[in-house]
């Protein structure tokens, strides 16, 4: 069964927002709606749970019209749809296997029991299904909060940066664990997220959002790797690179024609990612110097755009590339297309993500 959504919501203050996609509802597979904060992402998926009334368009899943303009929306609790919200909004006087059972009113008891242990079980809740939900961690919250979500059987689960309040070590817990948990009970979701490493360790697919609508649509290392699109979305450039050499908590990394110095995650892994900032990249004019760990590169300008009181500045360093500097320093530098000039990018403006072997 599909799901297929083409709708419109206005705000007052803010962007109309566009949605316009489909979704397979029968087997498990990890879209991530992906984008900067405020492109609507949230807004999606409150049209999706019928939290939100669109203005426009329509949704509908299978023989099932979720919303038309022209008749009342499905209520949420028919659209079988588990949410999760960036805090787990956890009844704090319950316990944790009561918090897992609250959607499961109605249910026979024996049937009930049996899939709050199911859901226990599997996400590793068994010391703490007892105790209330007020007396356990942030990261056991937000798996309590995910067990909820899925104990009715959802047809879809939606996730809206489930890992935002979440210490790094408890996030990458929780990320580590989450898709293989999906994929066990074979349940189709949306992430929500702006962080490209949890788009690319998480995607299979990628929704691109930026000023409201959807730019894009494929497999998220694609998607993020096509020239502008990644930078539209505010996250720079993002570029598949091999590992050359480690040394000092540093990597040296071969990205097109040049070597750069960037930041060890840590872990073995020879292929990766570098998503680079063009925050972090400044322009210099003058001879070319010795590389060092704060990344200097010859390059060529290709195009100037107005952002703001800013300018984007789009580079061919031997690699895709783009600075973001002001308007004062465009002109005091008498940038133009075709010019030369070098670059420095920051190694802390380079963000590497590992792809696993």
Request: net charge neutral; hydrophobic share 45%.
């Amino acid at each position: 069964m599909g799901l297929k959504a083409r709708f419109t919501k206005r705000f007052a203050s803010g962007p109309v927002i566009e949605a316009e996609f489909e979704l397979e509802l029968g087997s498990f597979g990890l879209t991530v709606l992906f984008g900067p904060s405020g492109c609507g992402k949230t807004t999606v998926l409150r049209c999706l749970a019928g939290l939100e009334r669109p203005d426009g368009g329509w949704i509908q899943a299978g023989e099932e019209l979720w919303f038309h303009p022209g008749r009342s929306p499905m209520p949420s609790a028919r659209r079988g749809i588990g949410y999760v919200f960036q805090e787990s909004a956890l009844f704090p006087h319950l316990s944790v296997a009561g918090n897992i059972a609250f959607g499961l009113q109605g249910w026979p008891r024996a049937e009930r029991r049996a899939r709050v242990a199911e859901l226990v079980q599997l996400m590793g809740l068994e010391e703490i299904a007892e105790r209330r939900a007020l007396e356990v961690s942030g990261g056991q919250k937000q798996r309590v909060a995910l067990a909820r979500a899925l104990a009715p059987r959802p047809r879809l689960v939606l996730l809206d940066e489930p890992f935002a309040s979440l210490d790094r070590a408890a996030a990458d817990l929780l990320r580590h664990n989450l898709r293989q948990i999906l994929q066990t009970l074979g349940v189709p979701a949306i992430l929500v997220t702006h962080d490209p490493q949890e788009a690319l360790a998480l995607g299979d697919r990628m929704l691109l959002m930026a000023e409201g609508r959807i730019i894009r649509d494929g497999a998220p290392a694609e998607v993020l790797s096509a020239s502008g699109d990644a930078a539209q979305a505010g996250i720079g450039e993002v570029l598949r690179a091999r590992v050359v050499e480690r040394k000092e908590g540093m990597l040296v990394l071969e990205v097109g024609s040049v070597l750069l110095f960037a930041p060890d995650p840590g872990g073995a892994f020879r292929e990766a990612y570098a998503c680079i900032r063009g925050e972090g990249v400044s322009l210099e004019q003058g001879p070319h110097g010795h590389m060092s760990q704060r990344n200097r590169l010859a390059a060529t300008i290709l195009q100037i755009e107005p952002l703001g009181a800013l300018r984007r500045v789009r580079l061919d360093a031997g690699m895709p590339l783009e600075a973001v500097i002001t308007t004062w320093a465009c002109e005091d530098l008498e940038l133009a297309p075709g010019q030369q000039v070098h670059v420095l990018i920051k190694a802390s403006a380079i963000q590497v993500i590992p792809i696993e072997a």
